[in-house]
């Protein structure tokens, strides 16, 4: 079964991470996923689901997973 994943990549220059984030949320963005040199050296990447508190840091099939089997996308992929 092939599933879409529509990303929207924020790189505005001169934003800082935190306005960045910040717009995510606003817009309703239900999932934001952070690639930094940190994140890039583990071989992972930080995951944080808008309506959560804490970040986690996982691996790419870790990622797409979570996203896969998450509600909010279960319901956006139903609409298309």
């Known amino acids: 079964l092939l599933r879409r994943i529509d990303v929207q990549y924020d790189d505005r220059e001169g934003v800082q ?8 949320d606003l817009i309703g963005m239900p999932f934001r996923i ?6 890039l050296s583990e071989n992972k990447l930080e ?3 808008r309506t959560g508190t804490e ?26």
Do not use: W
């Open 17 to 24: 991470a935190g306005e960045k984030m910040a717009d995510a």
């Open 34 to 39: 952070i690639v930094s040199k940190k994140t």
């Open 47 to 49: 995951l944080k689901e």
């Open 55 to 80: 970040s986690m840091m996982l691996s790419l099939d870790a990622v797409i997973g979570k996203v896969l089997s998450s509600s909010e996308f279960k319901q956006t992929s139903t609409r298309l």
